[in-house]
Structure formats: C-alpha cells, structure tokens
C-alpha cells in the first residue's frame, strides 16, 4: 500500500471497505478494495475468487484490474476509478425527470457487451444492479463487483444457488434452480427497466409478495413513449422460464432489438 495516497472511503460493505487512492509515481487514481482474509482456508480461496476472476477479464465496459496484493489479513485489489459513480446514484439524481431513450440505449447497449464479454468467458456475475454498475467521467459503463461471480457449471455454481439483491433476483432462484447465465439477463432486464422508469419493475411491500410477482413475472407496462423494441426486449428479458430468455449474444444480435442498440455502443 506504501506505493499508494489515499483519499478518501468511497464505499463501506461487509467486505471491508472501498478506498480512492492514487499511486505515487504516477498520479493515476484507483479504487483499492480491501477485503478481510478469512482464517478458514475454504472461504479464503473464495474470497481470492474475486480477484482472480477480475484479472481474467479485459474489456472496455468491466472495470479494468490493476493488481492484487495481500498485506496482513487484508486482500488488496486495485482497480480502474469510475469518477461517475454508480448507475443506482445517478438514478436517484434524476428525480422524477426520465432518462432520455439515447442514454438509456447507449448504456444497455455497454452493459450488454461487458456481460456478453464475462458469459463468454464462462464467469457468471451473479450480482448485477444498478449499484454494481459504474460510469467514467466520460459516461461509459463498467460492470464492477465481482464478489458474488463464479464460473459457470463449477460445482460451486450448482452447490448454492447464490440470492443476490432481493429486487433483482430472477424467478428460477426463487425456484431453488442452478444459477445460470440467464439469470443474469433477468437482473439486467430489471437495471434496463430502472433506467426507463427509475423504477424497479418488481416493487412489493413483503417479500413474500415480492417473490410472487417475479415468478408470475408481472410488472407494470413502461410508458408508451419509449419505442416498441425496448418494450419488446423487456418483456423478452422477463420471460419466467430462463431458457425462453434470450443471451446476451441474442440480444446483441438478433434483428429486432440490434440495429437500435449497436447505433449506441
Ligand atoms: P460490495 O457491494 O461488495 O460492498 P463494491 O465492489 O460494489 O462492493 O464496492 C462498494 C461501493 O464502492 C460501490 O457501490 C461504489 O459506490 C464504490 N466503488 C467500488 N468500486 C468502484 C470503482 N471502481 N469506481 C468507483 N466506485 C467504486
Ligand atoms: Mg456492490
């Protein structure tokens, strides 16, 4: 840590903490995420899964890796700074004013290719929201927090279905099914709704409630002033049964919805 300055706490989890720091040498800012190393060896390996998996993974909308170091019983890992914040922020900064549909498409349109990116390479997130989303001072979009990532059909990935963010978690998880890659579209479907509403798409005053609205699948129509297609890829994204829902390799491709995206990306 010597070679770095912090600044200031830019996030405080049960992890351990989120810094600002910039390296001495040569001036460039960072976050360093320091995690607490587990005593037990089992959950030490999975809390280095994090940094391992963050390293594999080089493209232009997932927050870049620096390094990783372990001092004392902390995990270091330091990575790209997104001075923008999280996309969760910036929704709540927008009030009631709605985004414009060529902020909401040019920002799906990144977080498609960056998740594209990580289930190519086999990695599941697993934690995909809007305050797992980042933004660069120049607006671009990053996908961070790999905490909860695993890769897909390791036994882990079978063992526990993971149950992330209770408004983004998909019906099949609900279900007691595997973690699958369409899991993670359904949690992009609820970010892609958000920034078309600034509202989460399943909303209820219990969980109970909340659970059964995401298996029926039932959210309230978006405004008739966003175009056809998006309102037709939501409901694609919603689709209840994970294999009735397309890839991401599907969305980035398929005819409907690709020409409106890739003139934003
Ligand atoms: P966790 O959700 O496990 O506590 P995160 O990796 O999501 O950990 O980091 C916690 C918070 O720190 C984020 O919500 C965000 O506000 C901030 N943060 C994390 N990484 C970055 C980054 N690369 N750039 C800017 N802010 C970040
Ligand atoms: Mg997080």
């Not at 989303?133 to 993971?162: P, R, V």
């Not at 890829?233 to 980035?252: A, E, G, W």
Request: net charge positive; glycine share 4%.
């Amino acid at each position: 840590m010597e070679r770095y300055t912090v600044h200031k706490v830019i996030g405080e989890g049960s992890f351990g903490r989120a810094l600002l720091v910039q390296c001495k040498s040569t001036k460039e800012k960072y976050v360093v995420k320091e995690i607490q190393l587990p005593k037990n060896q089992s959950k030490f390996d999975s809390t280095r899964r994090e940094a391992i998996l963050l390293s594999k993974l080089k493209h232009p909308n997932i927050v870049a890796f620096w390094e990783a170091f372990e001092a004392d019983d902390l995990l270091c890992i330091v990575m790209e700074y997104c001075g923008g914040g999280d996309l969760l922020q910036r929704i709540q900064q927008q009030k009631t004013v709605q985004f414009c549909v060529d902020d909401i498409l040019k920002w799906f349109s990144q977080m498609c290719a960056g998740a594209k990116h990580i289930h190519d390479k086999r990695v599941l997130h697993r934690d995909l929201k809007s305050k797992n989303i980042f933004l660069t001072d120049n607006g671009t979009i990053k996908l961070g927090d790999f905490g909860s990532a695993c890769i897909l059909n390791s036994s882990k990935a079978y063992a526990h279905a993971y149950v992330g963010t209770p408004y983004y978690v998909a019906p099949e998880i609900w279900d007691n099914k595997p973690y699958n890659n369409k899991s993670d579209v359904w949690s992009l479907g609820c970010v892609l709704y958000e920034l078309c509403t600034l509202r989460h798409p399943f909303q209820a005053p219990s969980w109970k409630s909340l659970i059964l609205k995401v298996c029926r699948g039932t959210y309230p129509p978006l405004p008739n002033h966003l175009p056809y297609e998006l309102q037709y890829l939501v409901k694609q994204m919603f689709k209840t049964n994970p294999k009735d829902r397309p890839s991401l390799h599907t969305i980035l491709t398929s005819h409907r919805v690709s020409r409106l995206l890739r003139t934003h990306l």
